[in-house]
């Protein structure tokens, strides 16, 4: 046994996005999680800005707690901050996982009466996801597995028909309502 394998398997705390358009990303946020913000934070006038630049304003949107660990989406307000290009380096999409196909559904419902709407809807085959774009443009995946068991899921995954097309296929997400 090498001394890494003792290690417990870490899991992600925070996904910080820097933006040039704070309000905007924090309503967008507030509407997709359906939760406020639980902590939000101005620097001050004053506050020294040597060394690389500072966020001008931050928020945390809590997702989930179950110390010592956390789920958290913060935006940091970043003077000078543009969009990037689609091709550009960083961010590919962050994946928010729902906790079945009815919550996700519902979840659509909800975005897509308060006109968030998809950009692409699919069927992966062990799990359906739909891909938002936020006002920066980065991509977000809600998603819910098709299996109510972790061995259906697994399963899913290593059948043939999986493993001949892992991607999937498109679907129109308002058959999810119909499910």
């Known amino acids: 046994m090498?001394?890494?394998?003792?290690l417990p398997t870490m899991r992600l705390g925070e996904v910080v996005l820097a933006t040039g358009?704070?309000?905007p990303m924090k309503a967008w946020y507030r509407q997709m999680?359906?939760?406020?913000?639980?902590?939000?934070?101005?620097?001050?006038?004053?506050v020294p800005t040597a060394g690389p630049p500072r966020p001008t304003r931050m928020c945390f949107f809590r997702m989930?707690?179950?110390h010592p660990y956390q789920d958290?989406?913060?935006?940091?307000?970043?003077?000078g901050i543009h969009g990037a290009?689609?091709?550009?380096?960083?961010l590919h999409h962050m994946q928010l996982r729902n906790a079945s196909v009815s919550v996700l559904c519902e979840r659509y419902r909800r975005l897509?009466?308060?006109?968030?709407?998809?950009?692409?809807?699919?069927?992966?085959?062990?799990?359906?996801?739909?891909y938002y774009r936020d006002p920066d443009q980065n991509a977000v995946e809600i998603a819910a597995s098709n299996f109510a068991t972790q061995e259906e899921f697994l399963a899913c995954l290593a059948s043939s028909a999986?493993?001949?097309?892992?991607?999937?296929?498109?679907?129109d997400p308002e058959s999810l309502l119909t499910r």
């Open 21 to 23: 358009r704070y309000e």
């Open 64 to 66: 989930h707690v179950e």
């Open 33 to 46: 999680l359906g939760i406020e913000p639980s902590l939000e934070h101005k620097v001050e006038a004053g």
């Open 72 to 79: 958290v989406i913060a935006i940091f307000e970043m003077p």
């Open 2 to 6: 090498t001394a890494m394998s003792a």
């Open 112 to 130: 897509r009466d308060a006109n968030v709407l998809p950009y692409r809807a699919m069927d992966h085959g062990p799990s359906t996801s739909l």
């Open 162 to 171: 999986y493993l001949r097309n892992p991607s999937g296929s498109v679907i």
């Open 85 to 90: 290009a689609a091709a550009a380096p960083g």
